[in-house]
């Protein structure tokens, strides 16, 4: 809706369409109706409609919580209209990443008085506005925001302080090294922490006055700490420095522990055993996270017989799954469970190799014992089953009847006895030209058995036994979230270093899981987010013509690196899938050798919801015209993200013509065009938007990767 168009003064009544008069809804269906239109729509257009809305917009459901996260239409004039409409009625507010409102829009929020809740996290704050905004919000209780540099906390107020001295929930993204406004914070239950460091010339400097400092951290009220870190040594010394406090004395209420940290975080072992022992001995936690480091067999155990978890991370540690049900556990109240990278985690003996690490006995036993689990990730991992079909690790996880994400390594999913041999006379039969089988008619790798949509539809009448995989996803009817990433996949997306030039072979077994697999996905009719890695199994893509048709409720779907990487096999059966997929808000695709030409951007094209598009493609090309014509199509994109083959100023050429085109008419747009192996990529990715970023740019497994409801 927009504004402008709208009339100055309320009309008597709505005009009628097709003699459908909306005012002969009950205000309770009307209600229900609106909380579907965004904020400020409802009050600056849709309130002038008639005077039946002009009442009605203003009613408490819909006004006290405004949310602007991912609102991409929310604009500078059309927030700060909104504020001076219902300023006073406002509680709850989110402008969570809402990176393209300028300084002057975020002032605006000092004028809501009556805040209880507020996230500028992604917001352009600096230490005066924070003041200024905190010195008005006596009533405020829970907040988000971003500590960049520059951040001076002696120039907040007495009367921001004494508003951050009654908060109970923050959560604070940290770009430089700094204790942010924690110190001031004095009545915390919740705090989560973002170490996003990336400045290393001031880091010796910020560390001396961090330690000088009078105020340290209080966590005295302290119910749930979670902290995550980006890549890098900064990180973890600053992080070091929040956790000084735990070893002194552990918080009596404290339910939730989590630590995220990639690769090791070098610890002494004195302070992580005192750390464990204090929580053993006073807590019952709910949710657990620790480094890698830190666990071993010894702490584990104990920790898990005080406790009730909920949540449960155990990425890249050495933990067996025996131990997880250890002297029996009753671990039925555990809702999420993350044991990616556990090379080991399913083995009954950790000296079994890690390409034959499964235990089906162990395997089974964890499922009986977490029945109600319903997000369950494996990923990262090696874990090939035997020959029998009842003792597949997929049949016994059919068990869980609650699932609502899974994500399991590639290599799984294959069946033992599963042969990939056929002749190739019979690998491909004529097919009648039809949506479904377009690009089947391709030249056949030899020794890959191609997947026939029509001979499956035809030979299911001879009622041919489930595959193990089948079984699973008939059991997991619920399912929202698929992750089948190879055991071996690593993203040439960089985070903190220059790009992956080289690709780990795939696990022999990943070779066995093709076409017909991926067409059995379609079997998810709930599915809302799918992500697909090295399956070199993948011959024509004919499978995901399937799930595009049959999964019309996708909104995310990421691909990388599906069939052989040389030759793009799939990209017909791609191009198809994307005609069906009208639901679909992201799309990740990251492959080697990718043609993103004019073929492929119509194909985008009927996605009428697609909001952000990354491609990575190593070696791989564009056409700037189709992207630019994509783009006038799609009014809804406002996040384009391509790193591929071309040249520096191909790249800066399509990226500024995009800009210029389309910034003033979407004020959330982000475009980056990038060579992919560039030595200044690294320096360019810290500049996205970090919603972007971690959302979506960058790859990983996102299955059980945070605690259920664990922000606003």
């Given at each position: 809706?927009?504004?402008?168009?709208?009339?100055?003064?309320?009309?008597e009544?709505?005009v009628?369409?097709?003699?459908?008069?909306?005012?002969?809804?009950?205000?309770?269906?009307?209600?229900?109706?609106?909380?579907?239109?965004?904020?400020?729509?409802?009050?600056?257009?849709?309130?002038?409609?008639?005077?039946k809305?002009?009442?009605?917009?203003?009613?408490?459901?819909l006004?006290?919580?405004?949310?602007?996260?991912?609102?991409?239409?929310?604009?500078?004039?059309?927030?700060?209209?909104?504020?001076?409409?219902?300023?006073?009625?406002?509680?709850?507010?989110?402008?969570?990443?809402?990176y393209?409102?300028?300084?002057?829009?975020?002032?605006?929020?000092?004028?809501?008085?009556?805040?209880?809740?507020?996230?500028?996290?992604?917001?352009?704050?600096?230490?005066?506005?924070l003041?200024?905004?905190?010195?008005?919000?006596?009533?405020?209780?829970?907040?988000?925001?971003?500590?960049s540099?520059?951040?001076?906390?002696?120039?907040?107020?007495?009367?921001?302080?004494?508003?951050?001295?009654?908060?109970?929930?923050?959560?604070?993204?940290?770009?430089?090294?700094?204790?942010?406004?924690?110190?001031?914070?004095?009545?915390?239950?919740?705090?989560?922490?973002?170490?996003?460091?990336?400045?290393?010339?001031?880091?010796?400097?910020?560390?001396?006055?961090?330690?000088?400092?009078?105020?340290?951290?209080?966590?005295?009220?302290?119910?749930?700490?979670?902290?995550?870190?980006?890549?890098?040594?900064?990180?973890?010394?600053?992080?070091?420095?929040?956790?000084?406090?735990?070893?002194?004395?552990?918080?009596?209420?404290?339910?939730?522990?989590?630590?995220?940290?990639?690769?090791?975080?070098?610890?002494?072992?004195?302070?992580?055993?005192?750390?464990?022992?204090?929580?053993?001995?006073?807590?019952?936690?709910e949710?657990?996270?620790?480094?890698?480091?830190?666990?071993?067999?010894?702490?584990?155990?104990?920790?898990?017989?005080?406790?009730?978890?909920?949540?449960?991370?155990?990425?890249?540690?050495?933990?067996?799954?025996?131990?997880?049900?250890?002297?029996?556990?009753?671990?039925?109240?555990?809702?999420?469970?993350?044991?990616?990278g556990?090379?080991?985690?399913?083995?009954?003996?950790?000296?079994?190799?890690?390409?034959?690490?499964?235990?089906?006995?162990?395997?089974?036993?964890?499922?009986?014992?977490?029945?109600?689990?319903?997000?369950?990730?494996?990923s990262?991992?090696?874990h090939?089953?035997?020959?029998?079909?009842?003792?597949?690790?997929?049949?016994?996880?059919?068990?869980?009847k609650?699932?609502?994400?899974?994500?399991?390594?590639?290599?799984?999913?294959?069946?033992?006895?599963?042969?990939?041999?056929?002749?190739?006379?019979?690998?491909?039969?004529p097919?009648?030209?039809?949506?479904?089988?377009?690009?089947?008619?391709?030249?056949?790798?030899?020794?890959?058995k191609?997947?026939?949509?029509?001979?499956?539809?035809?030979?299911?009448?001879?009622?041919?036994?489930?595959?193990?995989?089948?079984?699973?996803?008939?059991?997991?009817?619920?399912?929202?979230?698929?992750?089948?990433?190879?055991?071996?996949?690593?993203?040439?997306?960089?985070?903190?270093?220059?790009a992956?030039?080289?690709?780990?072979?795939?696990?022999?077994?990943?070779?066995?899981?093709g076409?017909?697999d991926?067409?059995?996905?379609?079997?998810?009719?709930?599915?809302?987010?799918?992500?697909?890695?090295?399956?070199?199994?993948?011959?024509?893509?004919?499978?995901?013509?399937?799930?595009?048709?049959?999964?019309?409720?996708?909104?995310?779907?990421?691909?990388?690196?599906?069939?052989?990487?040389?030759?793009?096999?799939?990209?017909?059966?791609?191009?198809?899938?994307?005609?069906?997929?009208?639901?679909?808000?992201?799309?990740?695709?990251?492959?080697?050798?990718?043609?993103a030409?004019?073929?492929?951007?119509?194909a985008?094209?009927?996605?009428?919801?697609?909001?952000?598009?990354?491609?990575?493609?190593?070696?791989?090309?564009?056409?700037?015209?189709?992207?630019?014509?994509?783009?006038?199509?799609?009014?809804?994109?406002?996040?384009?993200?391509?790193?591929?083959?071309?040249?520096?100023?191909?790249?800066?050429?399509?990226?500024?013509?995009?800009?210029?085109?389309?910034?003033?008419?979407?004020?959330?747009?982000?475009?980056?065009?990038?060579?992919?192996?560039?030595?200044?990529?690294v320096?360019?990715?810290?500049?996205?938007?970090?919603?972007?970023?971690?959302?979506?740019?960058?790859?990983?497994?996102?299955?059980?990767?945070?605690?259920?409801?664990?922000?606003?």
């Open positions: 809706m927009d504004n402008q168009e709208a009339e100055e003064m309320p009309s009544d709505p009628d369409s097709d003699n459908i008069n909306m005012t002969e809804f009950s205000d309770e269906i009307l209600l229900n109706i609106l909380k579907f239109v965004p904020t400020h729509d409802v009050v600056l257009s849709v309130r002038r409609v008639c005077k809305f002009a009442n009605l917009c203003l009613d408490k459901s006004v006290t919580t405004v949310r602007l996260t991912r609102d991409y239409q929310a604009s500078d004039d059309k927030v700060k209209q909104m504020i001076r409409e219902i300023a006073s009625q406002i509680q709850v507010l989110s402008m969570s990443s809402c393209w409102l300028s300084g002057p829009t975020v002032d605006q929020m000092s004028k809501c008085k009556s805040l209880v809740k507020l996230d500028l996290s992604g917001c352009r704050l600096t230490s005066l506005r003041s200024k905004i905190l010195s008005c919000l006596w009533a405020l209780r829970s907040l988000a925001i971003d500590i540099h520059g951040f001076d906390s002696s120039q907040l107020s007495s009367e921001s302080k004494a508003t951050l001295s009654h908060l109970t929930e923050l959560k604070q993204t940290l770009h430089t090294p700094s204790y942010g406004v924690v110190p001031c914070c004095t009545s915390l239950e919740r705090l989560l922490l973002y170490f996003e460091i990336h400045n290393f010339s001031s880091f010796t400097t910020s560390c001396q006055l961090m330690v000088g400092q009078s105020s340290v951290p209080h966590y005295q009220s302290l119910r749930i700490f979670y902290s995550r870190l980006a890549p890098g040594y900064v990180n973890q010394v600053v992080m070091r420095l929040y956790l000084t406090v735990f070893s002194m004395r552990i918080p009596q209420n404290l339910q939730a522990f989590v630590i995220s940290i990639p690769g090791n975080f070098p610890e002494s072992g004195a302070a992580a055993k005192n750390l464990l022992e204090g929580m053993a001995r006073n807590v019952a936690l949710a657990l996270q620790l480094p890698k480091t830190w666990v071993d067999g010894s702490c584990l155990p104990h920790i898990l017989k005080l406790s009730t978890p909920s949540y449960l991370n155990f990425s890249r540690c050495l933990v067996f799954g025996n131990q997880l049900v250890h002297d029996g556990k009753d671990l039925k109240s555990l809702v999420s469970l993350n044991l990616s556990c090379v080991h985690c399913l083995s009954r003996d950790c000296s079994r190799k890690a390409e034959d690490d499964i235990d089906c006995d162990t395997v089974e036993t964890l499922v009986n014992a977490c029945p109600n689990i319903r997000h369950l990730n494996l990262a991992a090696h090939h089953s035997p020959s029998h079909s009842e003792s597949h690790v997929c049949t016994i996880l059919s068990k869980l609650h699932l609502r994400s899974l994500a399991l390594p590639v290599c799984t999913v294959s069946e033992e006895g599963k042969s990939s041999d056929q002749s190739p006379s019979n690998s491909l039969q097919v009648a030209n039809s949506a479904v089988t377009l690009g089947l008619i391709k030249s056949t790798r030899i020794g890959v191609t997947y026939n949509p029509r001979n499956s539809s035809e030979q299911s009448g001879r009622d041919p036994p489930n595959s193990s995989f089948k079984v699973l996803l008939d059991s997991a009817s619920l399912l929202e979230e698929l992750e089948l990433i190879g055991s071996s996949f690593s993203s040439s997306m960089p985070r903190n270093e220059p992956i030039r080289k690709e780990l072979p795939p696990c022999v077994r990943a070779r066995q899981v076409d017909e991926m067409a059995a996905v379609g079997r998810l009719g709930l599915l809302q987010r799918l992500t697909l890695a090295q399956l070199p199994g993948i011959v024509n893509g004919a499978g995901l013509v399937q799930v595009g048709m049959k999964c019309q409720e996708l909104q995310v779907l990421s691909l990388a690196n599906l069939g052989m990487l040389k030759k793009v096999t799939y990209m017909p059966s791609l191009i198809e899938t994307l005609k069906h997929c009208k639901q679909l808000k992201d799309f990740r695709l990251e492959q080697p050798y990718i043609s030409n004019s073929q492929f951007f119509q985008l094209s009927h996605c009428p919801s697609l909001q952000r598009l990354c491609i990575i493609s190593r070696h791989g090309t564009f056409q700037p015209d189709a992207v630019m014509s994509f783009m006038a199509s799609c009014r809804d994109v406002i996040m384009c993200h391509m790193f591929t083959g071309e040249t520096l100023v191909a790249c800066r050429n399509l990226q500024q013509a995009l800009l210029q085109s389309f910034q003033e008419e979407r004020p959330a747009l982000n475009v980056i065009v990038y060579p992919l192996l560039h030595e200044g990529l320096n360019v990715i810290r500049d996205a938007p970090l919603v972007h970023l971690e959302e979506i740019t960058l790859f990983k497994s996102r299955v059980a990767e945070d605690p259920p409801h664990l922000w606003w």
